[in-house]
């Protein structure tokens, strides 16, 4: 059964009906892609990655923009596509890892929409990212145990956006039927 984040007692922001998007944060691997889709075929709606769509906006893959501009225009091109979805209303969107932790994403994620912080354990997170580190630029050359130090410290550093979403769920704690919660 999910509740409300309870560490976010004073959640301050009106879910905002013109908007009224879903989105699902959470570390690489933690499954929200696999969750968007989860949830678009329960509620009958579009679901979209956030990752494709600065792909798709600037011609270049995740990696090759990280490999020529570097992770800062990375962030500024994630923030921009991010915004844009303020021209569309009940999306579920998949973000990036990092992307609560830039600009004052999170905030305004908030703003626009039901905000679910998907919250794996790393020890999970390592294990299917192992696997498939190749395109994901910041673990890329990692060794496993560099790969769980790194998850580790980075998950301590974006916690305190994290927390700040509406909701907190993990594969052991949800399943799909808990699902209306997130529309009342
Ligand atoms: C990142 C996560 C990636 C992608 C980029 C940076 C991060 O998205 O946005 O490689 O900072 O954690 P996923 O979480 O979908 O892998």
């Known amino acids: 059964?999910?509740?409300t984040n309870s560490n976010n007692n004073n959640f301050k922001y009106t879910h905002s009906s013109a908007h009224s998007h879903i989105f699902l944060i959470g570390m690489m691997g933690s499954g929200k892609s696999y969750w968007a889709q989860q949830l678009a075929t329960t509620y009958n709606m579009n679901w979209i990655d956030l990752d494709s769509e600065v792909e798709k906006?600037?011609?270049m893959s995740i990696k090759e923009i990280f490999e020529t501009e570097g992770?800062?225009?990375f962030r500024i091109k994630e923030k921009n596509a991010l915004h844009?979805?303020?021209h569309h209303k009940n999306l579920i969107i998949a973000t990036g890892g990092g992307t609560p932790c830039f600009y004052n994403n999170m905030q305004w994620m908030n703003e626009h929409g039901t905000t679910i912080w998907i919250d794996e354990p790393v020890s999970i997170l390592v294990k299917r990212l192992f696997k498939e580190k190749s395109?994901?630029?910041l673990i890329k050359n990692l060794t496993n145990?560099?790969?769980e130090a790194f998850l580790e410290q980075k998950l301590k550093e974006r916690k305190p956006f994290y927390n700040q979403a509406k909701f907190i769920i993990n594969s052991q704690n949800f399943s799909i039927g808990d699902a209306k919660i997130f529309l009342q």
Do not use: F, G, V
């Open 135 to 137: 395109h994901r630029p």
């Open 145 to 147: 145990n560099e790969l």
């Open 1 to 3: 059964m999910i509740n």
């Open 84 to 86: 844009k979805l303020a």
């Open 57 to 59: 906006e600037n011609m």
């Open 71 to 73: 992770e800062e225009s």
